[in-house]
Nanobody, 125 residues
Framework: QVQLVESGGGLVQAGGSLRLSCTAS????????MGWFRQVQGKEREFVAG????????RYADSVKGRFTISRDNPKNTVYLQMNSLKPEDTAVYYC??????????????????WGQGTQVTVSS
């Protein structure tokens, strides 16, 4: 059974940092694009960052560019989201996700097949 488990969320003051981790189990995800999304209650889930399975190229939402960094460690089946200079508007539940194998797209929620349960990030002002 495929599972994605996020960790690292919590409460932090504005300007602080957090690092989210997402570990996959059930099989290797080295040939899946990986991504992070976030959702505020009452709003749609939005793309935050993604990383390709091939070449490791990345893409970010404009709202987090220059502050967040996505990376992956394939031998550990883990993807990370380093979040710096956090703002109160970054407060949300953050979800890890994986696309189908060898997928070419990794921006839309519909591109993703597997989802974690989410981890809460709260940034106080």
């Amino acid at each position: 059974q495929v599972q994605l488990v996020e960790s690292g969320g919590g409460l932090v003051q504005a300007g602080g940092s957090l690092r989210l981790s997402c570990t996959a189990s059930g099989r290797t995800f080295s040939t899946n694009n990986m991504g992070w999304f976030r959702q505020v209650q009452g709003k749609e889930r939005e793309f935050v960052a993604g990383i390709r399975w091939s070449g490791g190229s990345t893409r970010y939402a404009d709202s987090v560019k220059g502050r967040f960094t996505i990376s992956r460690d394939n031998p550990k089946n883990t993807v990370y989201l380093q979040m710096n200079s956090l703002k109160p508007e970054d407060t949300a539940v953050y979800y890890c996700a994986a696309t189908r194998q060898y997928s070419g797209s990794y921006y839309y929620t519909s591109d993703y097949r597997y989802w974690g349960q989410g981890t809460q990030v709260t940034v106080s002002s």
